[in-house]
């Protein structure tokens, strides 16, 4: 490949049944919902282009059919692409993830993922494999199986509620001494799509959390999630009146996550914000060991960038 052309991406998708007879185009709008319809058409009409199949938006899809679709690979950002080992055995692999770098593979990330930098890390295997996930913002600790078998029995552990997971957690406010938070958490139904809500209907979640100290008009919490629904903590945290510090989807100020969808992260917007992502650590764990049954507890300190923005802050309420 020269150095003026760019990778190619390989997108498949496998029709389900009730996708059959559908055009190609809505088949792809029910699969990639965040695009347009003309970036679909568009993406479409330039397969031939690209070396693949020649399509055609109003060509029908059949069920059990793979569609398959190439699209020239993103620009990725530069995100960390080092790992702290915090426990390793022949059956756990536990790691302190960095903030900002992505789990698995989105639209905007590809290459620079956890889930990439393990094959790299391991070409002859096994590739640890991922237990569960943290959001691309979202540092420390995370379990990883090192052989199949091993990932199985923890991925079973995290579904029967085995795993006692903890966090930490900077919020705007003074926070409660201590409390539980029972409110069901769905998708939202307004402009931004991408955030869970509290609503009637939503799947029921559980956190408790308690208030280690108080500085500047700002806590630092320990939560324990008791349900794992996604973006549980911050959404939990936000619907009592206390979001994280620098989150953009769920805050203070809820346009911010369309000013940085549209623009990035400006200076302008950082210092709105005042950390450049959530203040968010996964900061242990305590769960029954793959291989012995016996109760394995991890824990991982804070991130330097939240423990220098909590010195940072005057002491006192």
Same mark, same amino acid.
């Given at each position: 490949m020269s150095g003026t052309e760019r990778e190619l991406l390989e997108i498949r998708f496998s029709v389900h049944p009730r996708f059959h007879g559908w055009r190609l185009d809505q088949f792809i709008a029910a699969r990639i919902p965040r695009l347009s319809r003309a970036r679909i058409q568009q993406m479409i009409r330039s397969q031939a282009e690209l070396g693949g199949r020649r399509l055609r938006p109003a060509a029908r899809v059949r069920a059990e059919q793979e569609i398959v679709l190439l699209r020239p690979a993103p620009d990725e950002p530069d995100v960390p692409r080092r790992f702290g080992v915090l426990y390793r055995d022949e059956a756990v692999l536990a790691i302190d993830k960095p903030a900002g770098l992505p789990v698995h593979a989105t639209a905007r990330y590809h290459k620079n993922t956890l889930t990439a930098l393990l094959r790299e890390l391991y070409p002859e295997g096994p590739v640890p494999t991922m237990a569960h996930r943290l959001d691309r913002e979202t540092s420390g600790l995370m379990l990883l199986g090192a052989t199949p078998a091993a990932a199985t029995a923890l991925k #079973?552990?995290? %579904?029967?509620?085995?795993?006692?997971?903890?966090?930490?957690?900077?919020?705007?406010?003074?926070?409660?001494?201590?409390?539980?938070?029972?409110?069901?958490?769905?998708?939202?139904? #307004?402009?931004? %799509?991408?955030?869970m809500e509290v609503r009637q209907g939503g799947l029921p979640a559980r956190t408790r959390y308690r208030t280690l100290e108080r500085r500047g008009g700002f806590s630092l919490v320990e939560a324990h999630p008791e349900t794992g629904r996604q973006h549980q903590i911050r959404a939990h945290l936000d619907a009592i009146g206390h979001p994280l510090v620098g989150d953009k989807l769920y805050g203070q100020e809820p346009e911010l996550w369309l000013e940085f969808i549209e623009t990035g992260l400006t200076d302008q917007l950082r210092g709105r914000l005042l950390l450049e992502r959530h203040a968010l650590h996964a900061s242990g764990a305590s769960f029954p060991h793959p291989a012995s049954g016996e109760r394995l507890a991890l824990e991982c300190p804070l991130a330097e960038d939240l423990r220098a923005f909590w010195a940072s802050l005057p002491r006192g309420a």
């Open positions: #079973g552990a995290f %579904r029967e509620r085995e795993v006692q997971k903890r966090y930490l957690a900077i919020v705007h406010g003074q926070a409660p001494d201590e409390g539980l938070i029972e409110l069901p958490l769905g998708p939202a139904t #307004g402009v931004i %799509r991408v955030k």
